[in-house]
Each structure stands twice: as structure tokens, then as C-alpha cells.
């Protein structure tokens, strides 16, 4: 066989060319799944924007602690499940709000969040916004 018989890979499925309509299919299936993705994305920077609200405010009142409870109602509002709620509000501790979590008891997980210093909502002087 010669090179010129060889068919290089798609970069879609690494098998078979450009035109045996593995292509078409992936592009399709990128591109249902992209509106899906970005309306995603857009639900989640939602509910951190949200968080990091509500910690302020809350800061604001002299409070210090977060139910996870309520951090998950908040998720139900940008339509993200329970868990990815929480999920969310934990990766967001260091950037979003400062503290500790404190463990569930006889259940695996978190119940509450206290709150080190509630950050003021927007940018902090941190970010070079100020």
C-alpha cells in the first residue's frame, strides 16, 4: 500500500476521513450539547454571584454562619441540584467566602459553613477593583 492510499485520522472519532459523515454526527451531537453547556455555565456563575451576595449580606448582620441547606435552596433558583450546589459553594471557599465547614453529624458531608470575614458583594480590593 502506498502513502498516498493512506487516510489520515478525523479528529473527531480518530478513525475513518472527513467524509464518511463522522463529522457531521459529532458536530451535531457538540452542538446540541453546547446550549446545554453554556446555559450551564451561565446558572452556575449565576449562584456563585448569588453566594457571594448572601455572605455579605449576612456579614452585613453580623452573622456567621450558612446552612447548607440554604446554600442548596439558593442552587434550586439557577437550577442546579442539591448536591451540585453544594458541590459549588465548597470549591468557591477561598475566593467566593472565607471559613470552615462543620462536618454533618452521623451523615457524610457538611451541614453548615461559619464565615471568617464576609466579603463585601462585587470586587474586593484584592481583585484590583478598588
Do not use: C
Not at 79 to 91: G, N, T, W
Amino acid at each position: 500500500m502506498g502513502l498516498d492510499q493512506l487516510r489520515p485520522a478525523s479528529r473527531a472519532g480518530g478513525f475513518g476521513g472527513p467524509g464518511d459523515g463522522e463529522k457531521e454526527n459529532y458536530r451535531k451531537v457538540a452542538e446540541d450539547q453546547g446550549g446545554k453547556n453554556v446555559e450551564g455555565i451561565k446558572h452556575r456563575r449565576e449562584f456563585e454571584e448569588a453566594i457571594r451576595n448572601v455572605v455579605a449580606k449576612l456579614g452585613r448582620e453580623g452573622k456567621d454562619r450558612i446552612d447548607r441547606a440554604y446554600v442548596e435552596e439558593i442552587g434550586q433558583r439557577y437550577e442546579l441540584d442539591p448536591e451540585e450546589a453544594s458541590k459549588l459553594f465548597v470549591e468557591a471557599r477561598g475566593n467566593v467566602w472565607r471559613g470552615e465547614l462543620i462536618e454533618s453529624e452521623g451523615e457524610p458531608g457538611w451541614e453548615a459553613a461559619t464565615l471568617e470575614r464576609a466579603p463585601a458583594a462585587g470586587k474586593s480590593p484584592e481583585d484590583g477593583g478598588i
